[in-house]
């Protein structure tokens, strides 16, 4: 195929797909009919020699071809309509759809505020939530699969901390602190270890645990603390989420370690006995990293204020209070 045969629209039509995985939502974004939106896929699909995307539940998913594309055709898209359209952004008209890469615990706090913000001052924005599956998302960030990921990054933030300090023009990602955390161990209300006045480094390691790992390897940054003073702990289960630690650990003896802003928003605080960790970990500090060609866009300068605010407003001592209360 050569690229002088395919009509560049039909990329802009696919992007707007693999972003909602809706035929009937991309075609309102793009005030196209649903068939004209479907044409558009077949010619692509008869030009690529792909499917493209296939029907999933009330959706379409998009198969591994059109995956590994959607990152050339978007940042592609966005360095034309930089071009066609340099500083332009209308928050309250323009429909510009946001991919953005963060753990379930960070979602709980940030997405509620932030939908708040949406709502009122960007109707046409929409925002893609995906599941943070590395401490390091930087490979996604550059290939422009993810507009942002927001978590607690220690690797990738150093690094671009000292490309920043050598100021040599050479940063290629940009970021911005949102909040910072405590990890406390918890477990269930009733654990017999929630009896005694304090939680010992040999009590803790003597229990069983439940990790959570992003990435699925089972040894984090825990395990890390504990080899370092020469102790180490057995780990029973391994999930990816913190909501689902937080749900085992209320109905197990296991123990687990939660970000202490989280606990409040699993809705079943009063389940959980929390302790702090009988051994020293690093402060958590939660970051928003973005690419640097992403850094003058006038919609992701927005984007990036718009989850400050909401970090402020997950915050206000009004929310969590309210929170706690539940």
């Not at 560049?8 to 039509?13: D, G, I, S, T």
């Not at 370690?257 to 802003?261: G, I, Q």
């Given at each position: 195929?050569?690229?002088?045969?395919?009509?560049?629209?039909?990329?802009?039509?696919?992007?707007?797909?693999l972003s909602e995985r809706n035929i009937t939502r991309a075609a309102r974004n793009l005030a196209m009919t649903q068939p004209?939106?479907?044409?558009a896929i077949r010619r692509l699909r008869d030009a690529l020699g792909d499917e493209l995307v296939v029907r999933s539940g009330q959706g379409v998913e998009p198969?591994?071809?059109?995956?590994?594309?959607?990152p050339a055709v978007r940042s592609a898209l966005a360095?034309?309509?930089?071009?066609?359209?340099?500083?332009?952004?209308?928050?309250?008209?323009?429909?510009?759809?946001?991919?953005?890469a963060m753990a379930d615990a960070t979602a709980a706090?940030?997405?509620?505020?932030?939908?708040?913000?949406?709502?009122?001052?960007?109707?046409?924005?929409?925002?893609?939530?995906?599941?943070?599956?590395t401490r390091d998302p930087r490979p996604q960030l550059e290939s422009g699969a993810l507009d942002a990921a927001i978590g607690y990054f220690p690797a990738a933030t150093a690094a671009i901390t000292l490309a920043a300090m050598q100021q040599d023009g050479g940063e290629r990602f940009g970021q911005q602190r949102l909040y910072e955390s405590h990890y406390v161990c918890v477990m269930r209300a009733a654990h017999p270890l929630a009896a005694a006045p304090e939680l010992t480094l040999d009590d803790y390691c003597a229990a069983h645990h439940l990790l959570v790992s992003f990435s699925g390897r089972p040894f984090g940054f825990v395990d890390e603390a504990l080899a370092a003073i020469g102790r180490s702990r057995r780990i029973v289960l391994t999930v990816n989420q913190f909501f689902t630690a937080g749900q085992v650990v209320a109905h197990s003896d296991l123990l687990t370690?939660?970000?202490?802003?989280f606990i409040a928003a699993t809705g079943i605080r009063r389940e959980f006995a929390v302790r702090?960790?009988?051994?020293?970990?690093?402060?958590?500090?939660?970051?928003?990293?973005?690419?640097?060609?992403r850094q003058a866009r006038?919609?992701?300068?927005?984007?990036?204020?718009a989850f400050a605010q909401a970090a402020a407003s997950a915050f206000d001592p009004r929310q969590i209070a309210g929170r706690r209360g539940r």
């Open positions: 195929m050569s690229l002088r045969n395919l009509d560049l629209n039909l990329l802009r039509v696919l992007d707007e797909v004209a939106v479907s044409n198969t591994p071809a059109a995956l590994a594309l959607w360095t034309l309509r930089d071009a066609i359209e340099p500083g332009r952004f209308d928050p309250a008209s323009d429909r510009r759809s946001f991919v953005i706090l940030l997405v509620p505020p932030l939908v708040q913000i949406i709502e009122t001052r960007a109707p046409a924005v929409s925002l893609r939530v995906l599941p943070l599956t370690v939660l970000p202490d802003r702090p960790l009988p051994f020293e970990t690093p402060l958590v500090h939660v970051d928003l990293l973005w690419h640097s060609r006038p919609e992701h300068a927005w984007l990036r204020d």
